[in-house]
């Protein structure tokens, strides 16, 4: 047991690593454009980068991800990215710095289907509910120190140095992996990628979403709700500054307590995690979360909001642990990877719409009113979602019975 929590203290460092440097590019790389450009445009350029290259990752990621050495494909991702990164300050043009972001993009998308796999077959069952715990743990403190770190280097006025350094980080996050074990057994030589092979993995993830509709229905409504955060969080510093009325320092006060909120979620989470079952901890953590939403959307002084931002951050660590240890429970490990990233697709493709949709209709009607619908939207999905894991027969049927049928169908897929 002591051997094995090694492994998975190495892997979280190496996810910890992993997730501080993305932090870093991140935010770095936003301020390099807007110095470059002066063009807000030309920062939402990247976000759209990134939305499009998630959706053309997903499409076939999953199919890539199922069927290779998760090991092995981890470390060469990673070693992409790296390499991609430390060349962007070499970029003379904003053209060509946007090719070389939509390739990391690219290949940051299939690095999480791939690192979500890798960490199924790693992890035992009775671990996974702790290591995903300080995961969350991991990936809030990254959330607070990778934009504070990016800001420390711009205020030096050293934007390359931070993109250089994120370059490093995930070198020695690649150096990091090849210390973790192989989870996969030799395997026969696979069929090369193509067209009829993913419409065959489609209609298999067909096949067992229709076999366990309750573990499909739970990831969808998850997905759904992510979507909908997505797309009122467009509209969030809009909200604050022009419907509220908060100044900009105020406005960062709350950004701030956001990021406090996760941490402290992240930190009673990982305290109270053996004290409460999977099922309470998606629900409880969905509702809470909509609660949070629905406390800032009706917010009309800094209070009520900072409040409502620092609840909705809080209860998504539970809400996040809690469903990634549901899934990767409930969907075999050999489909992982596919079922993943047609969840991805969809939920990128509908953030693209909703997010279109809010920032359109927002212009014709109110903020307020596109974010309260937003709010009470995730709050129903909250409701629908924490209600049919407390059913009792649902709960029974997914404690008892999914799990032993769970290989037997996998294997007849």
């Not at 450009?37 to 290259?53: D, G, I, N, P």
């Not at 199924?120 to 969350?136: D, G, I």
């Not at 939920?347 to 903020?367: K, N, Y």
């Amino acid at each position: 047991m002591k051997k094995e929590w090694n492994m998975l203290n190495l892997l979280l460092v190496n996810l910890g690593i992993t997730g501080v440097g993305s932090w870093v590019y991140f935010i770095a790389l936003n301020l390099i454009v807007l110095e470059q450009t002066y063009s807000a445009f030309a920062v939402t350029v990247l976000y759209l980068l990134k939305a499009s290259a998630a959706l053309l990752a997903n499409i076939w990621a999953g199919s890539l991800v199922d069927r290779a050495r998760t090991k092995q494909l981890m470390i060469f991702l990673q070693l992409i990215q790296a390499g991609l990164i430390v060349l962007l300050p070499l970029c003379n043009t904003i053209l060509m710095l946007y090719v070389f972001v939509f390739f990391i993009n690219i290949a940051s998308a299939m690095y999480h289907p791939t690192v979500l796999s890798y960490t199924t077959k790693l992890v035992a069952q009775e671990y996974r509910k702790t290591f995903n715990s300080y995961k969350s743990l991991l990936d809030s403190g990254a959330f607070i120190t990778g934009p504070a770190l990016a800001g420390l280097f711009m205020m030096k006025e050293a934007g390359d140095l931070a993109i250089y350094l994120n370059g490093a980080a995930l070198l020695l996050a690649a150096l990091l992996t090849l210390l973790l074990p192989d989870v996969e057994e030799e395997r026969e030589k696979q069929d090369s990628l193509s067209f009829a092979m993913f419409k065959k993995d489609v209609a298999l993830v067909g096949r067992f979403s229709a076999a366990f509709p309750y573990v499909a229905f739970i990831s969808l409504l998850f997905h759904l709700m992510m979507v909908l955060m997505t797309a009122t969080d467009s509209l969030e510093a809009a909200f604050a500054t022009t419907v509220i009325g908060l100044t900009e320092g105020e406005y960062g006060v709350i950004v701030s307590g956001a990021g406090g909120g996760i941490l402290v979620g992240s930190f009673v989470n990982a305290w109270l995690i053996h004290h409460l079952s999977l099922l309470r901890l998606m629900s409880i953590g969905a509702v809470i979360t909509s609660l949070g939403y629905l406390l800032f959307s009706f917010s009309n002084m800094f209070a009520s909001a900072f409040v409502g931002c620092f609840t909705l951050s809080f209860a998504l660590a539970f809400l996040n642990a809690g469903f990634l240890t549901f899934y990767q429970n409930s969907v075999p490990v050999h489909l992982i990877g596919r079922m993943s990233s047609m969840l991805t697709f969809i939920e990128s493709l509908l953030v693209l719409f909703f997010t279109v949709c809010f920032g359109w209709l927002a212009e014709m009607f109110s903020i307020r009113l596109l974010v309260v619908i937003g709010a009470c939207s995730m709050a129903l999905l909250a409701i629908v979602f924490g209600g049919v894991n407390f059913q009792a027969v649902r709960a029974q049927f997914y404690l008892n019975r999914e799990r032993k049928e769970k290989n037997s169908a996998s294997k007849s897929l």
